[in-house]
C-alpha cells in the first residue's frame, strides 16, 4: 500500500451542496494531483498542486477548488454539487523524479 | 478521437494463462507510459512504470513501448485469480511526477480458478 490516505470513504450529498475531501501526502512527497473517475472510466485529472500552489489545471469548472498546505496535505472542494458529480475522487502524491501514487479514493454519491 | 483507447474488455481467462492487455495513443510527445491495478472500489496500484520505447520485466509482469507504432502492452505470466482487477494504462509527456497523467479506461481482467 501507498502512503497516501484520503477522507472520507464514503460521502452522500444532494444536489447544490457544497463538499471538501481530503488527501495525506505520501511521506517525502511535495506534489498533489486529484484526479475524477466516473464508474467505468479511467481517471480524469482535475489539477494538481506544487508546493502550496496550483500547478495546472484539466477540464474541469471554477466550482472545483482545491488547497495544498504547508505539510503537503490537500483539500478537494467541490461548490454548488451536480448529479454528475457522482465518482470516485482520487488523490496521488509525488515527489520527481517518481510518479504519481494513489489514494483508496473517496466515493462521492450525489443524491 | 481518445487520447489513449484502451479495450474495456471484460477479458475472462484461465489460470496460468499469459494475458495480454493493450493500449493505443495518438499523441507522440507521451514518453512515459504506466500501469495500474484497480481492484473493485479501490484506489489504483502502480505496477509498472517505463520511460520512452523497449521492454521492462518485473515478476511475472512484462511492459513493452513501442513509440514508433504508439503502442504499449502489458503481459502476465501464470496468471493467478489474485490477478482479477481491472487495468488501467497511463502516460504522459512529462516526467509523470509533476505533469498530469491520460488514463485509459482500464480492462477488466477476471482470471477462472
Known amino acids: 500500500e501507498t502512503g497516501v490516505t484520503q477522507s472520507p470513504t464514503h460521502l452522500i450529498k444532494t444536489r447544490g451542496q457544497q463538499v471538501t475531501l481530503r488527501c495525506s501526502s505520501q511521506?517525502?512527497?511535495?506534489?498533489v494531483s486529484w484526479y475524477q473517475q466516473a464508474l467505468g472510466q479511467g481517471p480524469q485529472f482535475i489539477f494538481q498542486?506544487?508546493?502550496?500552489?496550483?500547478?495546472g489545471r484539466g477540464n474541469f469548472p471554477p466550482r472545483f477548488s482545491g488547497l495544498q498546505f504547508p505539510n503537503y496535505s490537500s483539500e478537494l472542494n467541490v461548490n454548488a454539487l451536480e448529479l454528475d458529480d457522482s465518482a470516485l475522487y482520487l488523490c496521488?502524491?509525488?515527489?520527481?523524479?517518481?510518479?504519481?501514487?494513489f489514494g483508496p479514493g473517496t466515493r462521492l454519491t450525489v443524491l | 478521437q481518445k487520447e489513449v483507447e484502451q479495450d474495456p474488455g471484460p477479458l475472462s481467462v484461465p489460470e496460468g494463462a499469459i494475458v495480454s492487455l493493450n493500449c493505443t495513443y495518438s499523441?507522440?510527445?507521451?514518453?512515459?507510459f504506466m500501469w495500474y491495478r484497480q481492484y473493485s472500489r479501490k484506489g489504483p496500484e502502480l505496477l509498472m512504470y517505463?520511460?520512452?520505447?523497449g521492454n521492462k520485466e518485473d515478476g511475472r509482469f512484462t511492459a513493452q513501448v513501442d513509440k514508433s507504432s504508439k503502442y504499449i502492452s502489458l503481459f502476465i505470466r501464470d496468471s493467478q485469480p489474485s490477478d482479477s482487477a481491472t487495468y488501467l494504462c497511463?502516460?504522459?509527456?512529462?516526467?509523470?511526477?509533476?505533469?498530469?497523467?491520460?488514463f485509459g479506461k482500464g480492462t477488466r481482467l477476471s482470471v477462472i480458478a
Open positions: 499523441n507522440s510527445a507521451f514518453q512515459y
Open positions: 517505463t520511460y520512452s520505447s
Open positions: 498542486y506544487y508546493r502550496e500552489e496550483e500547478n
Open positions: 496521488a502524491s509525488s515527489s520527481l523524479p517518481d510518479t504519481q501514487y
Open positions: 497511463a502516460m504522459s509527456s512529462k516526467d509523470p511526477g509533476n505533469t498530469p497523467l491520460v
Open positions: 511521506s517525502g512527497h511535495n506534489t
